[in-house]
Nanobody, 115 residues
Framework: QVQLVESGGGLVQAGESLRLSCQVS????????LGWYRQAPGKKRELVAT???????NYAVSVKGRFTISRDDTRDTVNLQMNSLKPEDTAIYYC?????????WGQGTQVTVSS
């Protein structure tokens, strides 16, 4: 059973930065795709960024150029560096692992950006 534990959320002002981390455990093989999603109040969960095994990244248009996803398969972690944060980035951020056709989620970490 794959388990994901996020950390690093918090309250910041617009323009500041935060770094989210996700520790992955329980996988016998490399995770196919690691990613970050977010869900704002009253909205559907949406993709923020993904990092497939072997390289490459994918970003939502709204965060491209401001956020950077990175995965370290030697440490079983995936991070999300968030710069130039905006109030509209306020949401619960979830770590996601797509592993052998199954989707796994962390418990989420709150990010709040004040204007």
């Amino acid at each position: 059973q794959v388990q994901l534990v996020e950390s690093g959320g918090g309250l910041v002002q617009a323009g500041e930065s935060l770094r989210l981390s996700c520790q992955v455990s329980g996988a016998l093989f490399a995770i196919d795709v690691l990613g970050w999603y977010r869900q704002a109040p009253g909205k559907k969960r949406e993709l923020v960024a993904t990092a497939p095994y072997g390289g490459g990244t994918n970003y939502a248009v709204s965060v491209k150029g401001r956020f950077t996803i990175s995965r370290d398969d030697t440490r079983d972690t995936v991070n999300l560096q968030m710069n130039s944060l905006k109030p509209e980035d306020t949401a619960i951020y979830y770590c996601n692992a797509n592993y052998r056709t199954m989707n796994y989620w962390g418990q989420g970490t709150q990010v709040t950006v004040s204007s």
